[in-house]
């Protein structure tokens, strides 16, 4: 069994092009907002926009995999992609109207951090459902190297972005990905 055979499953290659443009986003929105919060709001600021993503995102990662055991992983993680786009698009739409900056970064790094609690679990464990055990080595493989290349790619264009166009683009992307993300769950079955 190769990487081929994990890739020629019609659900796990949707499930990994829809998370990997998730990743993408993410990874956008991490280098646009903390460079945006670095020039603004200096270290300090900075240190306490990371933070509050960690402060949403423990504490809820454990009953989030709860979650997963217990409801569709699908419905869990495009819950997630959705909920996550709603946000970013509120704190978008907020910054466009004028809001301080760091403090609508702190809450939308905050709750998108509690509702990534859910979706990392859920998409970790949507994988072996969609994929026989004997190619699930190749499959998690695969899953690595577009992680690893979104966030390789992802800060190239965040920094471009937020450069040329400012945060709210960065934002704007973000919720694109998510969009695109949930758009492809959707098609995977339960």
């Known amino acids: 069994m190769g990487l081929k055979d994990a890739w020629e499953i ?6 990994l092009i829809g998370n990997g443009v998730n990743t993408l986003g993410s990874s956008i929105f991490i280098i646009g907002m903390g460079w945006t919060i670095a020039q603004v709001g200096g270290a300090k600021a900075y240190g306490l926009v990371f933070t509050a993503y960690f402060l949403g995102h423990l504490p809820l990662l454990l009953y989030g995999g709860m979650v997963v055991d217990r409801m569709p992983r699908r419905t869990v993680a495009l819950v997630a992609d959705l909920s996550q786009a709603f946000l970013v698009m ?23 951090g509690g509702a990534g609690a859910f979706s990392i679990p859920a998409i970790g464990a949507l994988v072996p459902d969609l994929v026989e055990e004997e190619i699930l080595p190749q499959a998690n493989a695969l899953r690595g190297v577009a992680m690893t290349t979104a966030w390789m790619l992802g800060p190239l264009i965040g920094g471009l972005t937020v ?9 704007f992307v973000d919720v694109l990905t998510f969009l695109f993300s949930g758009a492809v769950l959707w098609t995977i079955s339960e």
């Open 10 to 15: 019609p659900e796990f290659r949707r499930l």
């Open 163 to 171: 450069e040329h166009w400012g945060i709210e683009a960065c934002l």
């Open 90 to 112: 509120i704190a978008m739409l907020a910054l466009m109207a004028g809001f301080d900056v760091i403090k609508t970064l702190l809450v939308i790094t905050f709750l998108t």
